[in-house]
């Protein structure tokens, strides 16, 4: 799935429209919305005919299609309570709402909120700010106590739609309804979370001449671009991972990296690392080799704390002229440049260093956080964490890892990952796709598992999760 900035969108729509908003768009809009809503009421009510909605209705355009999706709703026999909550309604969808029989009450009219089987944001859309006055904070609060479920209009009203940030009071809604094209805060933590189930309705947008800001990989895309083997390949083929990583004091990340490595499908895995990590490797892993010698793609970094040859350690595996994994405390020793086929996988702590700005910036806008860290390093980058993005340099387009559950999220699991990742580099696929491939099997296979795993345990299952999609693909 591929989302659009609100710029973007503006674009889109003007370009589909022409010269003149005869209202085409937002009757289209209207039409898909009534129809999720009526589905909606029949899966919870069991029927249409007869329930009772509550429309929260905003300023802008976004008020209007939800007030024309009530004027349906409401020629359907159900009974519709819009309330205006900021500003002055769009007066024709007003009208159209009148007209079909549905109420225009003030908030103190409102009924007990429990008796809405469904409640409609039409707050804010693509022309909100982030927040909400305070209110209507309290309105959204009080209908999320009394349980009442909420379709938000195009996105939850309060999230930053560019950016997926909640910096304040947001709507948490079952489902959204959206025009068109995905917004970046439906495929970005924390909006994501306050988005539910969303719904893309047609409106006739041609985004063949834009570039999206956001590609979202899903399940099937990626089991598809897997680097399977051929029958023909031998260890040379998939790909020699030389993992060096871990250090004294923190060996473990050694054996979490190696494990990911191996799990992910490494043809051969040299591990290059300290001492202390080896005997664990040949216990668990005896097919992990200790020899130095070529390979295919360098892992460094997990791990390594306070590492004093770290500098010329990079600079060796950056001049070997084959791509790497370059993580945590590896990615303070980058040289000044490197190239798009190393891959740096920063978290956002990581990556506000990397930067020099505050963790929270990273947080509060990711996307630019990214990119600017391909920007300012050549390499392609993997900024972890609940949502994981892929940024290559020159390229606007931002990749988006399949989510898992936050569960993932513990110590060790950035060293498995950067195994993963450093598997699929090693098979020859490019670091953005070795980015995604890896992220997205780690999700996956956390969110298909019923709990925590620890970091080795679950790389194991990466691989039965990689061993049951080639199954399915060679019954
Ligand atoms: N364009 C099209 O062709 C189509 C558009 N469509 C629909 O239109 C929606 C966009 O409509 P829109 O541009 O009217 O903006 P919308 O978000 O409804 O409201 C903006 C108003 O809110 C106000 N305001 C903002 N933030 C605020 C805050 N925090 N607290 C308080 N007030 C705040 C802001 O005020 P101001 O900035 O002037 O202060 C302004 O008055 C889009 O999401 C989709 O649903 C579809 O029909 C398909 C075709
Ligand atoms: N909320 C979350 N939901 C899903 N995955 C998460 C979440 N938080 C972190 N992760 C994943 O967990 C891993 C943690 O990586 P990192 O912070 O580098 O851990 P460590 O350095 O301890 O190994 C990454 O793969 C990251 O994407
Ligand atoms: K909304």
């Given amino acids: 799935m591929q989302a659009f900035t609100v710029e973007q969108v503006r674009r889109l729509e003007r370009a589909a429209m022409g010269p003149q908003d005869d209202g085409t768009l937002m009757q289209r809009a209207a039409a898909g919305l009534a129809a999720v809503l009526a589905d909606e009421l029949r899966t919870r009510a069991g029927h249409v005919y007869g329930t009772h909605v509550l429309v929260l209705v905003g300023p802008g355009n976004n008020g209007g299609d939800a007030l024309w999706a009530a004027a349906r709703l409401a020629r359907r026999g159900v009974r519709v309570d819009a309330v205006g909550v900021l500003g002055t309604p769009?007066?024709?969808?007003?009208?159209?709402?009148?007209?079909?029989?549905?109420?225009?009450?003030?908030?103190?009219?409102?009924?007990?909120?429990?008796?809405?089987?469904?409640?409609?944001?039409?707050?804010?859309?693509?022309?909100?700010?982030p927040g909400l006055p305070d209110d209507v904070a309290d309105l959204v609060g009080r209908l999320a106590d009394a349980c009442v479920p909420v379709v938000a209009v195009d996105l939850p009203s309060g999230v930053a739609a560019d950016t997926?940030?909640?910096?304040?009071?947001?709507?948490?809604?079952?489902?959204?309804?959206?025009?068109?094209?995905?917004?970046p805060c439906h495929l970005l933590e924390p909006a994501r979370a306050r988005t539910g189930r969303l719904v893309l309705v047609d409106i006739g947008l041609d985004t063949s001449a834009e570039e999206p800001e956001l590609d979202a990989w899903d399940a099937a895309r990626?089991?598809?671009?897997?680097?399977?083997?051929?029958?023909?390949?031998?260890?040379?083929?998939?790909?020699?991972?030389?993992?060096?990583?871990?250090?004294?004091?923190?060996?473990?990340?050694?054996?979490?990296?190696?494990?990911?490595?191996?799990?992910g499908g490494a043809g051969m895995v040299r591990f290059v690392g300290p001492e202390s990590a080896r005997a664990t490797i040949t216990a668990n892993l005896p097919d992990v080799v200790f020899a130095p010698g070529r390979v295919q793609a360098h892992l460094l970094g997990s791990g390594w704390g306070e590492r004093a040859d770290g500098d010329r350690a990079v600079a060796d595996a950056v001049a070997s002229e084959v791509p790497g994994v370059l993580?945590?405390?590896?990615?303070?020793?980058?040289?000044?440049?490197?190239?798009?086929?190393?891959?740096?996988?920063?978290?956002?702590?990581?990556?506000?260093?990397?930067?020099?700005?505050?963790?929270?910036?990273?947080?509060?806008?990711?996307?630019?956080a990214v990119r600017a860290g391909a920007g300012r390093t050549g390499a392609?980058?993997?900024?972890?964490?609940?949502?994981?993005?892929?940024?290559?340099?020159?390229?606007?387009?931002?990749?988006?890892?399949?989510?898992?559950?936050?569960?993932?999220?513990?110590?060790?699991?950035?060293?498995?990952?950067?195994?993963?990742?450093?598997?699929?580099l090693a098979s020859g696929r490019p670091a953005h796709e070795a980015a995604v491939l890896g992220a997205s099997l780690q999700a996956q296979t956390a969110a298909a598992h019923p709990g925590p795993l620890p970091p080795h345990v679950l790389a194991e299952r990466c691989a039965d999760r990689l061993g049951a999609w080639w199954q399915e693909r060679h019954p």
């Fill in 90 to 129: 769009h007066a024709e969808g007003l009208a159209a709402l009148r007209a079909a029989g549905g109420r225009v009450v003030g908030t103190e009219a409102l009924a007990a909120l429990d008796a809405y089987d469904l409640a409609v944001d039409g707050v804010l859309g693509i022309g909100g700010r």
């Fill in 327 to 368: 993580d945590a405390d590896g990615i303070g020793h980058r040289p000044d440049r490197l190239p798009d086929s190393w891959l740096l996988t920063p978290h956002a702590g990581e990556l506000a260093r990397l930067l020099g700005i505050e963790r929270s910036e990273v947080e509060d806008d990711p996307l630019a």
């Fill in 380 to 424: 392609t980058v993997l900024l972890k964490g609940a949502t994981q993005l892929v940024a290559r340099p020159g390229v606007r387009t931002v990749e988006v890892a399949v989510p898992g559950p936050s569960w993932t999220g513990r110590a060790g699991s950035g060293d498995t990952l950067g195994g993963l990742c450093a598997a699929v």
């Fill in 222 to 263: 990626v089991a598809d671009a897997w680097p399977w083997p051929a029958r023909s390949s031998d260890k040379y083929a998939k790909g020699v991972v030389g993992v060096d990583c871990g250090s004294e004091t923190y060996p473990g990340a050694g054996i979490m990296a190696t494990y990911g490595a191996v799990h």
């Fill in 164 to 183: 997926g940030a909640v910096p304040g009071a947001a709507v948490s809604a079952a489902v959204t309804v959206t025009f068109g094209v995905a917004k």
